[in-house]
């Protein structure tokens, strides 16, 4: 494995003609590690290709684990962590493959993040996503185009059903919308054979 060479990685996204993903390789060791809390983004129109500029740890120190990488608008990639979530901005085209000094990361949520790959997603302006124990929350856009959290849960007004999910099975939670309807696939009760109940919410 080259430093310059995309590391392995189960999924990814595209932003401002970029691949981004999370991985557990760290170019300092040029190994994997046991913790995956680095995001790699690839050249432009490259997804082969990265550049040693290119590579954020996310939040590093802590024990957290990223989990996914969801794109809010052109530039800015909220990046989620089981008991964490970030956001990067500043992912801008610039003269060549690097970054540059524009890019920065800011913790949004300190206390709790996601539960499984694919328990978030974008509605309009807005990311919905699944923690742990708390049901569906949100974080949403400003005015000023800043992104915050938003403590009380959409899903509130059913935490008795929140309450019965299945913990041992958080990671098969998903979260999609459609037709102005957010759906959240959970394992309420025994979930030893995966969801079996879809939670609706019409906006």
Do not use: W
Request: charged share 20%; proline share 1%; with cysteine.
């Amino acid at each position: 494995q080259q430093s310059d060479i995309m590391p392995n990685a189960d999924s990814g996204i595209y932003v401002q003609n970029r691949i981004a993903v999370i991985t557990t390789y760290d170019q300092s060791t040029f190994g994997y590690g046991a913790k995956a809390d680095m995001v790699y983004l690839s050249d432009i129109l490259d997804h082969k290709h990265t550049f040693f500029s290119n590579q954020l740890r996310i939040n590093q120190g802590d024990d957290a684990v990223l989990v996914d990488l969801v794109r809010m608008n052109e530039n800015q990639v909220l990046a989620f962590k089981d008991k964490s979530v970030s956001i990067i901005t500043g992912i801008v085209v610039g003269d060549g493959n690097t970054l540059g000094q524009s890019i920065s990361q800011e913790t949004l949520i300190g206390n709790y993040g996601l539960a499984a790959r694919g328990a978030a997603t974008m509605v309009g302006t807005d990311c919905y996503f699944y923690a742990s124990r708390r049901g569906v929350l949100s974080i949403t856009q400003t005015s000023q185009n800043k992104a915050r959290g938003i403590d009380v849960p959409l899903s509130e007004s059913i935490q008795s059903i929140i309450d019965r999910v299945d913990t041992r099975y958080e990671s098969k939670i998903r979260i999609a919308s459609y037709d102005s309807k957010l759906y959240v696939a959970l394992p309420l009760d025994d979930g030893t054979n995966g969801n079996n109940a879809i939670a609706v919410y019409d906006f």
